[in-house]
């Protein structure tokens, strides 16, 4: 009885101990399966992750590419407009090359007083060395350092303006340039009809040179006398009534001869015009005269285009500006000539270290 209870008990506990095996075989599959799922979620999920990551980034690489895309279109839109702009001025200095050798219809408008200066022929200039016959170009003397202006100031002369076309080209640039008018010619008949038209302007006043010979008409002579002086002078009062400056044209003869001088400034001086020395020559005596009639001396300090290359033009420009914060005003002088205008389009950047000013305002 016994020997079978025991058997009985044997059998049960072999049934109990494979059901616990079988049990415990299922749980280990049924965790193997859970962490199969958990595997798959999880590298699912990264996996997900970073393609929605790669996916996030392509969409803001797709966008800088856009932004670059719209922002090159902007700058080729930019610089086009840019290009039209220098083409509409490079135009208007085609212009300026031209030889105008048709009166212009304004001529009719002209005062008598001209009558006699158009009889005469003139010629338009090549190029600036005209101004000047010596082999190096005479500097400014040594002035006092102005320190009460905040900015540096700096003026631009233009000589020889006396067509329509000069003062367009001259106007495209849209700077405080001081134009200086030669008088009327039968080449240029309506030059002061074309001022006239000018708030402020200078005349260029033809004096007689060393060795030039394509005078302008009714240039004046170291010989002619103070009444011939001043009656030119009141002629030009006439036909340039808003005029308070003048600029010799040529003139290295004439300004070097003291007695010439002396009879200029004081008719000048009767008509309430002021000198502006071009200084053509480095034997001037317009200093030495204007401190006898107590008279504040100005001179040019740089002349622009004495050589017609743009780049050598950029560099006096660069030059005046350097005088200009040193002393703390600078004169320079150009000529309506193609290089002239298109260096002085390109210096705009550069005119932000001083106030470019018209003569008046220095």
Do not use: C
Not at 230 to 250: A, D, G, M, S, W
């Amino acid at each position: 009885m016994h020997k079978i209870y025991e058997e009985s008990m044997q059998k049960r506990k072999k049934t109990t101990s494979r059901k616990n095996s079988n049990f415990l075989q299922y749980i280990a599959w049924g965790l193997s399966f859970i962490i199969i799922l958990a595997v798959v979620f999880v590298a699912g999920y990264y996996v997900g992750h970073d393609g929605a990551k790669r996916e996030a980034v392509e969409k803001e690489r797709s966008k800088e590419e856009a932004k670059r895309s719209m922002m090159q279109k902007l700058e080729e839109e930019s610089a086009k407009l840019e290009r039209q702009k220098e083409q509409s001025v490079t135009q208007k200095l085609k212009d300026v090359l031209q030889k105008d050798t048709q009166q212009e219809q304004a001529v009719q408008e002209i005062p008598k007083k001209e009558a006699s200066v158009l009889k005469e022929e003139a010629k338009e200039y090549e190029n600036a060395s005209h101004e000047v016959e010596e082999a190096q170009l005479p500097t400014a003397p040594e002035r006092k350092v102005i320190k009460s202006f905040s900015k540096p100031k700096l003026a631009i002369i233009i000589d020889d303006v006396s067509v329509s076309s000069h003062v367009q080209a001259i106007k495209s640039l849209h700077l405080p340039i001081t134009m200086s008018f030669l008088p009327p010619s039968k080449l240029r008949p309506s030059s002061s009809v074309l001022a006239a038209k000018e708030d402020f302007y200078m005349v260029h006043l033809p004096m007689e040179a060393q060795n030039f010979k394509a005078e302008e008409p009714l240039t004046l002579r170291v010989d002619d006398s103070h009444a011939k002086i001043l009656q030119r002078i009141e002629e030009l009062k006439e036909l340039f009534p808003k005029v308070k400056y003048i600029n010799n044209h040529t003139g290295s003869k004439f300004t070097a001869d003291e007695a010439a001088m002396d009879r200029l400034i004081l008719a000048l001086k009767s008509q309430n015009i002021t000198f502006i020395d071009s200084r053509t020559t480095g034997s001037s005596k317009a200093q030495k005269v204007s401190k006898k009639y107590d008279l504040e001396y100005i001179g040019r300090d740089v002349f622009l285009d004495h050589q017609m290359d743009k780049s050598y033009i950029v560099a006096q420009i660069k030059k005046a500006i350097q005088i200009a914060k040193k002393h703390g005003t600078a004169i320079a002088i150009g000529h309506p000539h193609s290089n002239t205008i298109a260096a002085l389009n390109e210096s705009k950047s550069l005119f932000k270290e001083v106030e470019l000013v018209l003569v008046d305002k220095l």
